[in-house]
């Protein structure tokens, strides 16, 4: 086989993925809309034949709106709108089969090229039994559009960390006894830093559906740092008792100052494993390709020993492991 049959060959498999993906993607979404438009249907002909209307607000809430709104799928909806994407559950669930299938044809069609290119003797005639591998290449394909959603709601956690002084100081300026929580909440929106104000119009908005409680931890869980829960707690209590707790908000306000110098080296760390982990998961795949480019016997030591075979898979949990270890470190940030 020829480089340049050997890159059809290798082009043609990954297509094939790539296709086979899109194919499951797009059937997967009009799947969803079909389901959503026969719930509405069903609930629609409900309402007629007992003589009542449906409720607006129950309208689009079909099979799939309830799946959605609890478990992981609630989990990765509620944080792609922290991360102000404007994209649904459904696009992404849909990148996420075309890349498990680009990886698995990929694989199996990159060991298949492998063995033809660079196995000797009777190497070229044993059958390779790739699904493992194929499935760890899908497996860590299919997980990075989760990890960037991750990525992208630390970054934008981690910002409104460090604008969170400028957060209690712009309180502090609004802040009066007299006024209740939410008039409070109101008036500081308009001057709230940018990073902030998405989640604090959003905090405005929960105070006229929820309970205080309720809308201000859901916040701090929102924001995800231990001076969001500081604030949510000072503002509960001085909506539960009355209490003028203005002297405590530059309390706050001195502490986060003494802590903000930390929190920028901790951030600079992470970024450094962040960009560490990603040149390690591209150097992994180079060191395997150059190894069986330089020798062809590597292919044996790669592909057809059982312990060759089982240090790919071992890399790519690796790899797996330390993107998860990226995710979790950038967690409660300042």
């Known amino acids: 086989m020829g480089a340049m049959s050997g890159g059809s060959f290798l082009l043609q498999h990954l297509l094939q993925g790539l296709f086979l993906g899109a194919w499951a993607g797009g059937s997967l979404l009009l799947l969803i809309r079909a389901v959503r438009r026969g719930a509405v249907r069903y609930r629609r002909l409900q309402s007629l034949n007992a003589g009542t209307a449906l409720p607006s607000g129950r309208r689009e809430r079909g099979l799939w709106s309830r799946l959605v709104s609890r478990g992981p799928l609630k989990h990765l909806r509620e944080e792609m709108e922290i991360a102000e994407m404007r994209a649904g559950v459904e696009p992404v669930l849909a990148l996420m089969l075309i890349l498990a299938f680009g990886g698995w044809f990929g694989a199996e069609a990159a060991v298949k090229l492998l063995q ?27 997980s990075l559009p989760y990890f960037w959603i991750r990525f992208r709601v630390q970054q934008k956690r981690q910002r409104i960390a460090l604008r969170m002084i400028a957060v209690v100081q712009n309180l502090i300026g609004h802040y009066r006894p007299r006024l209740t929580l939410a008039e409070v909440i109101v008036k500081s929106s308009d001057s709230m830093p940018y990073e902030v104000r998405s989640e604090w119009r959003r905090l405005e908005l929960a105070l006229h559906m929820k309970g205080v409680q309720e809308a201000l931890y859901d916040f701090a869980r929102r924001v995800d740092n231990e001076w969001g829960d500081d604030l949510a707690d000072l503002l509960l209590i001085g909506s539960h ?3 003028d707790v203005t002297e405590a908000l530059h309390h706050l306000t001195l502490r986060m ?9 901790r951030l600079a760390m992470i970024t450094v494993y962040r960009l560490g982990t990603t040149f390690m998961a591209g150097f992994a795949f180079f060191v395997v390709g150059f190894n069986i480019y330089a020798d062809g016997t590597n292919y044996r030591h790669y592909f057809v020993d059982p312990a060759g075979r089982m240090l790919l898979l071992a890399s790519f949990a690796v790899m797996f492991v330390s993107m ?10 300042f």
């Open 116 to 142: 033809a290119k660079f196995a000797v003797g009777a190497d070229r005639q044993i059958p390779i039994q790739a699904w493992l591998l194929s499935l760890g290449a899908a497996l860590f394909l299919a």
């Open 241 to 243: 008792y009355g209490t």
């Open 324 to 333: 998860v270890m990226v995710v979790r470190s950038g967690r409660r940030a």
């Open 257 to 265: 100052q003494t802590a903000k110098r930390l929190e920028e080296n």
